[in-house]
């Protein structure tokens, strides 16, 4: 089989969805199939490019789409996204949409529509698989093409986002041949969103991490003795850092270092940098009052090399999220066999084993925080045998492996084998 993955952007580029997108095309060329990719241009970059032997198409070939264009489209995938990420969007925008960028996020549409109808004629794949809520319309676009079209949502999708944006998601998914989430709940809601039930299926996200050979003790001053608790997630209120730092301020007789890692995807930025500014402010004054200026390091984004040895080293991984879509940084950390403590929302709580591979605790209960810290960083044994069960749990169930298995399943039935 030959899959054409489109996607806004692509490996090396950092994000989530590109990640995906490699580890995906790597397993399937393992397993003998093939993979082009097609995705949006940066200033003078070549129209046409190999990554890793993988042809990859940019959009446009031969020309450069329009400054304000890219604006309004940025400004409308941007309002989508917070949606999703329940931003409490006014539904003006929804019904007043082509003053919010709709019309250029249309009209780039069009420029990946053009794109696709060229590289089908050359390449002559048997699947094209469109990738997230960037390039919803395509589906609708290229419906003449007789060729299976899955898409995959790689958002939240929550029975909590008001029914009339949902709906006008629904009616875009609809046109494609099904529509992949990463969670049975992001299913359900689809279905009660309008999605047919045979236009929809579960197919959880996956991951590949690798060894690393730098010291993240060394580097960031960390002692042998202290205990590292890890937080990887962007500085944003919706990611519940502050409930960390609370629930950090209470552990009594334990040495630790708190780390705050961004995860350097700036495109799932969503907040205003002054909003941003704001929150860290916020975390930096609740930090000095709670007198833990020694305790807490703030690393900002870093390399991935650094960020598997931030795993490598860590004694416990945290993510206290308000609103989570699926929680990755939970699947690397029992990748790692670290046990994890999470909020019992989105993909977190469909990860987490309580009392197996860690604990889920309800969003801003410090007090179950702090219960749940003390118990795992008091008990070696314990933590221990939570990331050995935690990394049997990785691999049955969010490896590439397990992922290409899923997609290639997928695809054959899609092409009635």
């Not at 939240?156 to 949902?166: D, N, T, V, Y």
């Not at 209470?250 to 909003?275: A, H």
Request: aromatic letters at 10%; charged letters at 25%.
């Amino acid at each position: 089989m030959k899959i054409l993955f489109v996607s806004q952007s692509f490996f090396p580029s950092t994000g989530g969805v590109s990640y995906y997108l490699i580890w995906l095309a790597r397993k399937l060329r393992e397993k003998s199939h093939d993979a082009v990719f097609i995705n949006l241009k940066k200033p003078n970059e070549s129209p046409e490019q190999e990554i890793e032997s993988f042809k990859v198409y940019k959009v446009p070939a031969n020309s450069e789409i329009e400054k304000e264009v890219l604006i309004g489209y940025t400004n409308f995938k941007e309002l989508l996204l917070k949606v999703f990420h329940e931003r409490n969007i006014p539904l003006d925008r929804l019904y007043n949409k082509h003053i919010y960028g709709y019309n250029e996020y249309i009209e780039v549409n069009h420029y990946f529509e053009k794109r696709i109808r060229e590289i089908v004629k050359k390449e002559e794949p048997d699947i094209i698989h469109i990738h997230d809520f960037q390039l919803m319309p395509l589906g609708k676009m290229i419906n003449d093409l007789k060729l299976p079209k899955p898409f995959t949502w790689h958002i939240p999708f929550s029975e909590s986002i008001e029914l009339p944006w949902r709906k006008f998601t629904i009616e875009l998914l609809r046109e494609y041949s099904v529509s992949i989430f990463s969670t049975k709940s992001y299913v359900s809601t689809a279905l009660k969103s309008g999605l047919e039930w045979n236009k929809v299926i579960c197919i959880p996200p996956f991951i590949e991490v690798e060894d690393s050979n730098i010291n993240f003790r060394r580097i960031y001053g960390i002692g042998e003795d202290e205990k590292i608790i890890l937080c990887v997630a962007r500085i944003d209120r919706l990611k519940g850092q502050k409930f960390l730092i609370e629930a950090a301020s209470q552990l009594k007789n334990i040495k630790f270092k708190l780390i705050f890692i961004g995860n350097g995807s700036l495109s799932k930025e969503v907040l205003k940098v002054r909003d941003k500014e704001e929150y860290l402010e916020e975390l930096q004054e609740l930090i000095s009052s709670k007198k833990l200026q020694n305790n807490v390091i703030f690393t900002g984004a870093v390399s991935r090399e650094i960020l598997m040895a931030a795993y490598k080293a860590c004694d416990v991984v945290v993510l206290p999220s308000i609103q989570e879509g699926f929680g990755l940084a939970i699947t690397e950390a029992m990748a790692f066999g670290k046990p994890v403590i999470g909020s019992c929302i989105g993909g977190i709580s469909t990860q987490i084993w309580p009392g197996v591979n860690g604990f889920l605790v309800s969003p801003g209960d410090v007090k179950a925080l702090v219960e749940c810290l003390e118990y795992i960083l008091t008990n070696d044994d314990i933590a221990k045998q939570m990331g050995v069960e935690g990394k049997k749990i990785f691999k049955e169930q969010f490896s590439s492996e397990r992922g290409a298995r899923d997609h290639i399943a997928l695809y054959k039935k899609l092409l009635g084998e």
